[in-house]
């Protein structure tokens, strides 16, 4: 059984730490406690996600043998008004580079991630709406 545990260091710092053994430290705005030390804990999530989805793609992509020279997976998210202030939208950004892209076997990667890898997706689906779009060779 998975287990996580965030221990308090003063206000709303934390440490975090996972059975893999990493410490991550989260944190919250000065206005509320925090202490500016760390990623907060809902930026973590889309973080979770993305590193999620990403390495699903990777994988599938490496295992088609299509060379890429750059891939990165960036979030956009819509968060509600009220409390509790969650995320009601994400957009998931697949962004690759390269000089021999095929977009078929990125969508079918992504589409195979999205649909059935990716645990953090499977979690999120049923609160929140997930997109996704992809960019190949995008401008910096």
């Known amino acids: 059984m998975p287990k996580a545990k965030a221990v308090n260091i003063k206000g709303v710092t934390f440490l975090g730490l996972t059975d893999s053994k990493h410490w991550i430290p989260m944190d919250g705005p000065e206005m509320f406690g925090g202490s500016e030390a760390g ?3 809902k930026e973590l999530l889309l973080l979770s996600l993305a590193g999620c989805t990403g390495s699903d793609v990777a994988s599938i992509v490496d295992k ?8 990165e997976v960036h979030i956009e998210a819509d968060m509600t008004d009220e409390h509790p202030k969650v995320y009601k939208n994400i957009t998931v950004i697949y962004k690759f580079w390269g000089d021999q892209l095929a977009e078929d076997k990125i969508t079918h990667a992504i589409e195979l991630s ?3 890898y990716c645990g953090v997706t499977a979690m999120l689906r049923p609160a929140v709406n997930i997109n996704w779009k992809l960019e190949l060779n995008p401008e910096e």
């Open 114 to 116: 999205e649909g059935k």
């Open 39 to 41: 990623i907060r804990p």
């Open 64 to 71: 088609m043998r299509m060379p890429y020279d750059r891939f």
